[in-house]
């Protein structure tokens, strides 16, 4: 007797979750085929399957469910990396999580959301914000991967390179990704090369820029 609220309450959270789900699946696919400024509460709400009360019993405001959407991406970002083996070299482990042909879905996913934040500051607004809150949780896997002996500011540095290298990989790989056969390699490629200039000397010494000028 005394489980059964306990299954009903998991059931109902399942539940709740799974809706939750749902909406931040349907906003995301409105931006992906119609574009940020067509993602409505009612046009949300419509391609869930839902009422417009509905969804504001889960999101106060479509912001809400944009940025939910992003953080799925997150979400599912974290799940990949935290299943990389604890004794696999870092850089090997970041570029596994976009070397894997099964994940289409996952790279589609980020150009789409690359791809509104290039055309609409708003929604760039929501994308970094998410971004920012990332990069706590990566500052503090990287803890766990590179044990105490770097200092704060070599986590930090090193959790903000990552994603440099992300962002610019995205913004070339997005350029060029309609139409591509092989999105997941074109991204990869573009990925790993990036990780690869954090091994060279970025910046031009003077007397380059000196030369130049």
Known sequence: MTTTPC?????????RAETRRTLALAA?????DEGVDAVTAEAVAERAGVSRRTFFNYFPSVEQVLTASVAEFFTALSRRLD???QDEPLRASLLAVVDDPSDLDLVERIGV???AGESSA???SLILGELHT??????????GRLGDAPSELHVAFVATSILACGEAALRVWARHAAGSETPTRSFQAAFTEAIALL??????????VAGRS
């Open 122 to 124: 708003h929604a760039k």
């Open 7 to 15: 299954r009903t309450t998991s059931l109902r959270e399942r539940k």
């Open 113 to 115: 959301l690359v791809e």
């Open 28 to 32: 995301y696919t409105i931006v992906r």
């Open 199 to 208: 091994g060279t000397d970025l910046l031009p010494d003077d007397t380059v």
């Open 134 to 143: 990332w990069l706590d949780w990566l500052e503090g896997w990287l803890r």
């Open 83 to 85: 299943e990389r083996p």
